[in-house]
Nanobody, 121 residues
């Protein structure tokens, strides 16, 4: 079974930085995309950043210029470097992956359990 485990969340002051990590483990045949979503209380889950194999990173407009997504394919790990954090960035951040993992033989979506990011003013 494929699992995604996030780490790196925490409490920071506005203007500070955090680096989130997400490692995929299990019987993985391929991971074609990895990214990050977030959900604040009372709001829908929204895409923050996404890397698709063979493509360029995509970012939500609200984080462009501040967040950077990167991926280590050898480790099946995706990172989110978050700089110049704002209180509006406060949310639970969820790792996302699209790929093929046992016991499935077709592409599926995988989600981490989330890590809390809180930005104080």
């Amino acid at each position: 079974q494929v699992q995604l485990v996030e780490s790196g969340g925490g409490l920071v002051q506005a203007g500070g930085s955090l680096r989130l990590s997400c490692a995929a483990s299990g019987s993985i045949f391929s991971i074609n995309a990895m990214g990050w979503y977030r959900q604040a209380p009372g709001k829908q889950r929204e895409l923050v950043a996404l890397i698709i194999s063979g493509g360029t990173p995509n970012y939500a407009d609200s984080v462009k210029g501040r967040f950077t997504i990167s991926r280590d394919n050898a480790k099946n790990t995706v990172y989110l470097q978050m700089n110049s954090l704002k209180p509006e960035d406060t949310a639970v951040y969820y790792c996302y992956a699209k790929g093929v993992g046992a016991p499935l033989r077709y592409e599926d979506n995988y989600w981490g359990q989330g890590t809390q990011v809180t930005v104080s003013s």
